[in-house]
Nanobody, 119 residues
């Protein structure tokens, strides 16, 4: 089992910055890809950014150039630096950890952290 705990959400003005953190515990060696997703009210959860263990990052078009994902494997933590925030970035942000393909690509999720961007 893997547990993911997010932190760093909150209220920020448009144009500001926030840094989200997600600490993983448990069978962390089973995690290949870590990432961030977000969910708007009444919408499905969508990809924000992912970072495989030792691989290339991938970003949603809406956040490219503004958000940056990074990972500290020694601390089992993934970060999302969010700059130039816009009101349309307001959402609940979820941390995701995906197991290796040999383990079935199982997904683990954090409980989410709310990011609110005021205009």
């Amino acid at each position: 089992q893997v547990q993911l705990v997010e932190s760093g959400g909150g209220l920020v003005q448009a144009g500001g910055s926030l840094r989200l953190s997600c600490a993983a515990s448990g069978r962390t060696s089973s995690i290949n890809v870590m990432g961030w997703y977000r969910q708007f009210p009444g919408k499905q959860r969508e990809l924000v950014a992912i970072i495989p263990r030792g691989g290339m990052t991938n970003y949603a078009d809406a956040v490219k150039g503004r958000f940056s994902i990074s990972r500290d494997n020694a601390k089992n933590t993934v970060y999302l630096q969010m700059n130039s925030l816009k009101p349309e970035d307001t959402a609940v942000y979820y941390c995701n950890g995906r197991m290796w393909p040999s383990m079935g690509n199982k997904d683990y999720w954090g409980k989410g952290t709310l990011v609110t961007v005021s205009s």
